[in-house]
């Protein structure tokens, strides 16, 4: 069995509302940055690699009350608060350890991937798919497709977790196994009786 990982909320903390809390900023700037960037279809559109970081700032900034400096600092934000689940990487390196092999396959922009790939787990993972890189995303068929041809793996001897039932449900439609991840210890233990 070989396994592909989700990022955010698998193996990296993703919490939008932790991220506006951490900014000192008004609750009306936070509302905003709520609607006009994190839940925008623009933060899809960078995550499917089809505009920069750069452009998304600038149409946020005519849309909305908000100044750039605001906008920039929720981006920076965003990329400092992906930081490791220990049990996820526990579990990482006990798989790593035990010989089976490691994929990830995350909705992400490059500007964010760019500046996380130097954390140490990725080193764990034989091969990586990042949608912004690729110009594809979750759940669309042609980025999980990409994966399985690009690391020859065969899907019913693969183990797809996300946290998201969509790209679950693609997985499954391509006769890969689907876990849906919830951040849970019983999670954790499926997992282990699974592959152990």
């Known amino acids: 069995m070989e396994i592909i990982f989700d990022l955010g909320n698998v193996v990296l903390d993703w919490n939008i509302d932790k991220i ?4 000192d900023i008004s609750q009306e700037e936070r509302d905003l940055l709520h609607t006009e960037l994190f839940k925008h279809q623009d933060w899809l559109d960078m995550d499917q690699g089809i ?18 400096d605001v906008i920039e600092q929720a981006l920076l934000a965003a990329k400092t608060s992906l930081t490791p689940i220990p049990q996820s990487i526990q579990l990482m390196q006990d ?4 010989g089976i092999k490691m994929y990830c396959l995350s909705n992400m922009s490059s500007e964010t991937y760019e500046y996380i790939k130097t954390q140490k787990f990725f080193d764990l993972f ?3 798919v990042i949608s ?3 110009k594809c995303m979750k759940p669309d068929a042609k980025i999980f497709n990409l994966t399985i041809e690009r ?7 693969t183990l797809f977790i996300d946290d ?7 997985a499954c439609d391509l006769g890969i196994l689907g ?3 919830k951040r849970r210890n019983a999670c954790y233990s499926k997992i282990r009786g699974l592959l152990f």
Not at 20 to 23: E, G
């Open 132 to 134: 912004g890189k690729e």
């Open 20 to 23: 506006l809390m951490s900014l």
């Open 95 to 98: 798989l790593y350890n035990a």
């Open 179 to 181: 876990f849906h991840f």
């Open 51 to 68: 505009q920069s970081e750069q452009l998304v700032a600038s149409r946020v900034v005519a849309r909305s009350n908000l100044k750039r």
């Open 164 to 170: 998201s039932l969509p790209n679950i449900s693609t």
């Open 151 to 157: 690391y020859d793996l065969s899907p019913s001897e």
């Open 126 to 128: 034989d091969g990586i």
